[in-house]
């Protein structure tokens, strides 16, 4: 069974671009969550979608957003990148919203200069 | 604010020794504390959990301890080896409401173990 895909694999972008970050979860996983990690503040949990619908949101600005489609394939959007913006963001997938195991892809590195 | 404080932030030991990472929660609520292991370039796998309802549980050289009194868990590596050799970050699930859990991470323990 294929894992979570993270598409791209990395990315560099300039201040004030927007990025568009795409992932695809296990199959049959119909929860998906966005985490960002950095060096400094470790894993922090960015939003969860489920059934095409935001379920939970961390605290971060609006600039971040995302979205689940029907086949439960979730992307995440930045605006107005700022270098603060740079890591590593990670999706993961689990059966349900529940306390189910959650998966994790490889995560796409994004650096903004 | 959720959260959970994992130390130490890194550790080092020789092949064969223990490795002990301690975690330490404030939200009586979280009911599920999962441990997960991060090579270079990898995303989280996800080691061993654990539910506030046993006091450990053990999987190969990898056991997590739980002591719901003082909100602390603890992962010990026995017989670690070089391959051992990965950041391992330890997590808290909690509800939030309205059907929606959360996990909280902590900041993670770089392990290294040498030969």
């Known amino acids: 069974k294929a894992g979570v895909t993270q598409t791209p694999r990395y990315l560099i972008k300039t201040r004030g671009q927007q990025v568009t970050l795409s992932c695809s979860p296990i199959?049959?996983?119909?929860?998906v969550s966005w985490y960002q990690q950095t060096p400094g503040q470790g894993l922090q949990f960015l939003f969860e979608?489920?059934?095409?619908?935001?379920?939970n949101k961390g605290n971060f600005p609006g600039r971040f957003s995302g979205r689940q489609f029907s086949n439960s394939r979730s992307e995440m959007n930045v605006s107005t990148l700022e270098l603060g913006d740079s890591a590593l963001y990670l999706c993961?997938?689990?059966?349900?919203?529940?306390?189910?195991?959650?998966?994790f892809g490889n995560g796409t590195r994004l650096t903004v200069t | 604010q959720q959260q959970v404080k994992q130390s130490p932030q890194s550790l080092i030991v020789q092949k064969g020794g223990i490795s002990i990472i301690n975690c330490a929660y404030e939200?009586?609520?979280?009911?599920?504390f999962p441990w997960y292991q991060q090579f270079p370039g990898k995303g989280p796998a996800l080691l061993i959990a654990?539910?506030?309802?046993?006091s450990e549980k053990k999987e190969g050289r990898f056991t997590i301890s739980f002591n719901k009194s003082a909100k602390q868990f603890s992962l010990h590596i026995m017989d670690s080896q070089p391959g051992d050799s990965a950041t391992y970050f330890c997590?808290?699930?909690?509800?939030?409401?309205?059907?929606?859990?959360?996990?909280?991470f902590g900041k993670g323990t770089k392990l290294s173990v040498i030969p």
């Open positions: 654990i539910r506030p309802d046993v």
């Open positions: 939200n009586t609520a979280f009911d599920y």
């Open positions: 199959s049959g996983h119909r929860s």
């Open positions: 993961a997938s689990s059966l349900v919203p529940t306390n189910s195991p959650l998966h």
């Open positions: 979608y489920f059934s095409e619908t935001q379920r």
């Open positions: 997590a808290a699930l909690g509800y939030t409401g309205a059907g929606s859990y959360q996990l909280t």
